[in-house]
């Protein structure tokens, strides 16, 4: 790959802007020496504007996801790309959100351009689990746990009954719900079947990945070789789904 490709494809600007970047001397290697378009060191030998380059592909990353944006670019509002360095939303491979969360949900949302690794993630079979922290209007009836784990729970207008999924009483008020898949407004939904209503709603982990606790609301970082590792560990643990 080309220099000038390579900026491109990592979002720094279109060939013609990165050509014109180039030219102006932005692009330099660790020691200072500016690179021309024929040029093509190691990436991490490659600095913008004296700083590393991106990670090439694949990358993901991990966003503490605040409330009052959405998971889709194209949204007129806030939106999660809005608290990722802008050159993000041009990459190419382009990130994507891996199973989205609604606009006033909050936590663990994970973003990459590697879409066998997204599939991997949100399809049921990886048993990949999502565990979100539901606070409620009203206090737990006490038959949700019994309704959720029954795989017989049919949300409104839909056929297909959902999969097995947890509810552990943490408060009168408050459950952890551990999900096998990820409809549309799931959690609230469920809740909603359930008699009851979501007032806040919050991803806390995804297979064996927790949000960390120092990373806040807004944040975000790449994922480490640990984290990857991290997010499929307790898939042979969990097997309720066959
Ligand atoms: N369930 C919901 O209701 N909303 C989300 O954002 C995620 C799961």
Not at 55 to 61: A, E, I, N, R, V
Not at 102 to 122: E, F, N, Q, R, V
Not at 174 to 182: C, R
């Amino acid at each position: 790959m080309k220099l000038v490709k390579l900026l491109a494809n990592l979002g720094y600007g279109s060939r013609r802007e990165v050509q014109r970047l180039i030219g102006s001397g932005a692009v330099t290697d660790d020691s200072g020496g500016v690179l021309g378009e024929g040029d093509f060191p190691p990436h991490d030998q490659i600095r913008f504007r004296d700083e590393p380059l991106d990670p090439l592909f694949p990358l993901t990353l991990m966003l503490n996801k605040p409330d009052g944006c959405t998971c889709s670019a194209d949204d007129p509002g806030a939106v999660i790309y809005d608290l990722l360095p802008e050159r993000f939303a041009h990459r190419n491979p382009g990130l994507n959100p891996v199973g989205r969360l609604d606009k006033d949900t909050t936590g663990l949302l994970l973003l990459t351009d590697d879409g066998k690794l997204l599939h991997k993630i949100i399809h049921p079979k990886s048993h990949c689990l999502k565990v979100y922290h539901a606070v409620l209007d009203r206090p737990l009836a006490g038959h949700e746990a019994e309704l959720f784990a029954s795989g017989k729970l049919i949300l409104h207008n839909e056929t297909k009954p959902l999969l097995p999924a947890g509810c552990e009483k943490i408060a009168d008020r408050e459950a952890l719900v551990t999900l096998h898949e990820g409809r549309y407004h799931q959690v609230r939904r469920m809740f909603a079947a359930a008699g009851n209503h979501v007032t806040a709603l919050k991803r806390i982990s995804i297979g064996g990945l927790k949000l960390p606790g120092d990373l806040a609301e807004g944040e975000w970082r790449a994922l480490t070789a640990e984290d990857l590792a991290a997010l499929f560990a307790s898939t042979e643990a969990h097997k309720l789904v066959r």
